[in-house]
């Protein structure tokens, strides 16, 4: 029954993508490429050529700068065409900036500009594949329409010429002509096929201009790791304001608290020392209690930060720890080298925390496990339990916090949880040497 229906879907999704709407965007983009390409081109090419030229003056200077500013003109169209023909969204490149005003300073940053580069590169590039790009969808476009639809205009050449229908050949003996049903049909059905293929070829075509505009027009990968760092840089900074005001909670709404009541209680027992010895010492056993409740929860607000253990003794022990206070019983098994960077340790630690945390509150799970092994050069971590599964990172859960705080480290976070097959989360890590004793980090 699924291979029926998958086949069906295969075969109606080739019947329709002759007059599908992508067809006719992928094909009007392959035409209106090759005019545009060719102005491209001979505009590139002049340009260049004559700056060039010109250089043993200083007239070539402003010349290619304006080659170039007309290239970034270029990839605006391009990037624009392609957005809205082939649906690609192409991001504009960093933007050119002087470091002082004046003409010449623009002059120059266009000219040490390796986007602006690129985008002449493309307009040189790009026209002999526009041009093939024209021709073979032309070709096939008008061809398998003709023929598919041979049936419906061939009465025009005995109508019309001397002709009994379209000529394919002739020597100074012989002329074939496609007049005969058999000879129309075969026309008819070599025009199907073509009509069919047309799509996929156009798609082929397409791909590359995808791959060229996306190579040469959009940013660089530089400045895409600049704006990655950029935007993990603000997760970072969310992360560390929201961390901070958590703590300032948890300290006033518990420890803080805490104390102040037991600041006046133990006023109070001072107060009735010498009228009531006995009721002062019970208020002074209730403070010493209240005491160790306070020390209790700073104990447990540290560990939340950074626990001792992990410094101390390393992943293996404090998971273990974190591990024995998770509402299921946990397997934990952690096979590293050696210690990775304390700021390694401490995210690895802070993940399978808030996972176990997770499978307490949520998953309804009878055993979990937590498995950490280096592969390369990164740390793996995976979190498993036999709950009732479910689990998303979609935005505004847990999980989609936790995968912010990863790749703000270029870590990656993946959730695999069927309902009623239990959840499995891997999140990887970059692997960093610590540094020895008393070596200040790099």
């Not at 499995?424 to 890590?429: K, S």
Request: with cysteine; proline share 5%.
């Amino acid at each position: 029954m699924g291979e029926d229906t998958g086949t069906g879907t295969t075969i109606g999704t080739v019947l329709r993508a002759p007059v599908a709407a992508r067809t006719w965007r992928e094909l009007g983009f392959l035409m209106l490429g090759f005019p545009l390409s060719t102005l491209y081109f001979c505009l590139a090419v002049t340009g260049v050529s004559l700056g060039g030229g010109l250089l043993v003056t200083f007239l070539g200077v402003p010349v290619l700068a304006g080659v170039l500013a007309m290239g970034r003109g270029f990839g605006q169209v391009e990037r624009a065409r392609v957005r809205g023909l082939l649906r690609v969204d192409v991001a504009a490149p960093e933007p050119i900036r002087a470091r002082k005003s004046g003409a010449m300073a623009a002059m120059g940053a266009l000219l040490k500009s390796g986007s602006a580069w690129r985008h002449v590169l493309y307009s040189v590039v790009h026209f002999p594949w526009a041009v093939f790009g024209f021709c073979v969808a032309l070709v096939f476009w008008t061809y398998g329409w003709g023929f598919l639809l041979y049936p419906l205009w061939f009465w025009v050449f005995p109508t019309f010429t001397d002709q009994p229908g379209l000529q394919v050949f002739q020597n100074d003996d012989y002329s074939f002509y496609l007049d005969s049903p058999l000879a129309i049909a075969t026309t008819c059905l070599v025009g199907l096929a073509l009509t069919l293929a047309t799509p996929w070829v156009l798609r082929a075509l397409t791909t590359v201009d995808r791959v060229l505009v996306t190579g040469l027009l959009g940013p660089s990968r530089l400045a895409h790791r600049v704006t990655e760092l950029e935007s993990d840089r603000g997760v970072v900074v969310d992360t560390a304001a929201a961390d901070l005001r958590r703590i300032e909670r948890d300290l006033h709404d518990g420890a803080q608290a805490r104390l102040a009541a037991l600041a006046m209680e133990l006023g109070l027992a001072k107060e009735k020392l010498t009228e009531d010895p006995r009721e002062a010492a019970r208020m002074v056993d209730e403070a010493h209690g209240e005491v160790k409740i306070a020390l209790q929860e700073l104990r447990d607000l540290a560990r939340g930060i950074h626990p001792a253990v992990l410094t101390d003794r390393g992943l293996d022990a404090a998971l273990s720890s974190v591990a024995a206070r998770c509402a299921v019983p946990v397997r934990v098994s952690v096979d590293l080298p050696a210690r990775p960077a304390a700021a390694i340790e401490g995210i690895a630690y802070f993940v399978v925390s808030e996972l176990l945390q997770n499978i307490s509150r949520h998953a309804m799970a009878r055993t979990a496990s937590v498995d950490v092994w280096r592969s390369g050069d990164r740390v793996l971590i995976q979190v498993a339990d036999d709950g009732r599964g479910g689990a998303s990172a979609a935005a505004g859960s847990g999980l989609a916090g936790l995968t912010g705080r990863l790749d703000a480290v270029d870590g990656v976070l993946v959730v695999d949880s069927p309902a009623g097959a239990g959840t499995t989360a891997t999140a990887e890590l970059p692997w960093r040497d610590r540094e020895p004793a008393g070596v200040p980090g790099r």
